[in-house]
């Protein structure tokens, strides 16, 4: 595709359930983000891949969240035993290189609501 | 704490106005100074961004004004149009890394 893609674009599931939200960046980008906005909020980091592998991973809240990249193109975003301070828009982003200020792309979203 | 600090919050602006989005930065170590643009339903997309090397990069009806001394930042949008409307943050991030702190976003409205 032209973007980032990312699907549900939206996703309703009952407090404590798990969900997969998944990540298709643009073709060729090698690096990967994940990031969390709450509404009224700007986005947060989560992480950031290389690759196959997570360079960084500090955003992550806690352990209920984790992501992977198995094959350094498609990414999904797990979290576990989900809480209600879990709903937030998840965003997915992708740019060709990692540094020298490369453009990051933006997918539209997954909007999570824990109920 | 709060890295990068955003004001206002909300600003409503005729059509032809000037659009003015002020950011306040901490950490002297931030090299990459970005604005985005996020229009309802949408993922932010680059508008503009900036280095610290420079007091001013211009882009269109777009500008950046850096001060570094201050550590502060602000986008200037001249002869706005209602196709501006949308929610504008500001950023900052380090060593050319997309690890992108944001601020909290300003809702600018152009009014007809």
């Known amino acids: 595709g032209a973007g980032v893609s990312q699907t549900p674009s939206n996703k309703v599931t009952e407090k404590g359930k798990y969900v997969e939200l998944r990540c298709d960046p643009i073709?060729?980008?090698?690096?990967l983000y994940w990031y969390r906005q709450s509404l009224g909020q700007g986005p947060e980091f989560l992480i950031y891949?290389?690759?196959?592998?997570?360079?960084?991973d500090s955003g992550l809240p806690n352990d209920r969240f984790f992501a992977v990249r198995p094959e350094g193109s498609v990414s999904t975003l797990k979290i576990q035993r989900t809480e209600r301070g879990d709903s937030a828009v998840y965003l997915c982003?992708?740019?060709?290189?990692?540094?020298?200020?490369?453009?990051?792309?933006f997918g539209q979203g997954t909007r999570l609501t824990v109920v | 704490q709060q890295q990068v600090k955003q004001s206002p919050q909300s600003l409503i602006v005729q059509k032809g106005g000037i659009s003015i989005i002020n950011c306040a930065y901490e950490n002297t170590a931030f090299d990459y100074f970005p604005w985005y643009q996020q229009f309802p339903g949408k993922g932010p997309a680059l508008l503009i961004a900036i280095r610290p090397d420079v007091s001013e990069k211009k882009e269109g009806r777009f500008t950046i004004s850096f001060n570094k001394s201050a550590k502060q930042f602000s986008l200037h949008i001249m002869d706005s149009q209602p196709g501006d409307s949308a929610t504008y943050f500001c950023a900052v991030t380090r060593g050319g890394y997309q690890k992108v702190t944001f601020g909290t976003g300003t809702k600018l409205q152009v009014i007809p």
């Open positions: 982003a992708s740019s060709l290189v990692h540094g020298g200020n490369t453009e990051a792309f």
């Open positions: 891949f290389q690759g196959t592998g997570a360079a960084d």
């Open positions: 073709s060729g980008h090698t690096a």
